[in-house]
């Protein structure tokens, strides 16, 4: 009896002091697989650590195509710094049982390790885990978890760059009950009225009515405002409408509103990187008009690295990045920031108020410029520089000692 509560104690104090695993389980499928016994989720938003670009943002992985459109993570993934994607479910919280990933080929950037976790509690905690994946596409079952939010944190990834691809994320929960139906369909209408009176958003400046909306959020709210109609015009029924007119009555009101969510982020990332774009090329503009103006006509160097300018046209190269900008003056101000390779500008600039003439023609400014990488020859490094009728140097000698 001593020995069985010592053998009893050992074991308490290993599950104690062991690691935490998760008690869900994973298997592969095939990327065909489809779902019985569990309900689709819908996904309302997707937030990701990082995008290779626009064609591949975190919302082409709810989008319904396991085969053509997918996000891409353009960083190595590690057990220390994860990638991760965030899918928050439409509706409100729900019971989540299930979640179905299908990503690329092991061998072609798809996932190896990756741990499947839900939000309870303000925090993510893990229901599910693969190591070692052999299949691309698998699914994770688990206890049912009450949740808003989805996310996979992947650790490891395979293939020849450093990118993750993932196709779909598949979120799947207990059919909810017809007065559940009722309920978050009444919900969700409440969202769309609240989305339809201000499509604009915080995050869109200038966008508080459809006047002035974006294109591309304007159309999102013309389609949100007539789903709007159609649902209220059949709200009264609800009461005793068959539960498969409340799910396509809850999906298109989902819909709706994850379309003007999706467009509002998209807007606003946009907006911040046009707001960065925007400073960097005033910083530029000023840096190049108070170089012309205290070196005058002539090649150099200036405190900032080697530079052209004349009348018209200022072209500098800062040493620390090894970057080229470029600003022109009036009548014609233009400003080219952060060029990091070799380039070649010819563009017949038109003096105000004519008409681009043919190349050669007596009325054209013209600027045309060739200057070099960090890495080019002292040859390579030729420039040619004309603007109207004050020619600039011809060439950077001090770029070749960068």
Known sequence: MRGLRLLLALVLVGVSLGPARAAG????????????????VKIRRAEASSSLSEQYVPERICDGD?????WVSPVRPAATAPQWVTL?????PRAVTRVAVFGERIDN????????????????RTVASVRDAKSAAWLAHFEAVTTDQVRLLVLRSGGPTDHTDVFEIEVYGNPPSDAE?????????????????????PAISGASSATNLPAQLRAAWGRATNCLKELLGRQAAWVTAPRAVLTHDLDEAEEAVAAIERTQGRLAQRAAGSSRRADLLVRVRVTGRGLAATTGSGTGASTLG??????????????????????????VPVTLAGLDSAWRLT??????GRQ??????????????????????????????????????RSLPSVAAL
């Open 25 to 40: 389980r994973v298997e592969p499928i095939s990327g065909d697989w489809t779902s019985t016994g569990q309900a689709p």
């Open 66 to 70: 396991r085969r053509h459109t997918k």
């Open 88 to 92: 928050s479910l439409g509706g409100g």
């Open 109 to 124: 950037d798809g996932i190896i390790d990756a741990d499947i976790q839900v939000k309870t509690g303000g925090e993510f």
């Open 181 to 201: 139906l009722r309920a978050r369909l009444s919900e969700t209408l409440k969202g769309l009225q609240q989305a339809v009176a201000a499509p604009g958003g």
């Open 306 to 331: 080697p530079m052209l300018t004349n009348s018209a046209l200022t072209v500098w190269l800062e040493p620390d990045g090894g970057r080229w900008n470029a600003v022109w003056r009036d009548p």
């Open 347 to 352: 563009e017949p600039m038109p003096l105000p």
């Open 356 to 393: 681009t003439p043919s190349p050669g023609s007596s009325t054209t400014r013209w600027a045309t410029a060739c200057v070099c990488s960090r890495s080019g020859s002292a040859a390579a490094c030729a420039s040619s520089v004309s603007c109207g009728s004050t020619p600039i140097a």
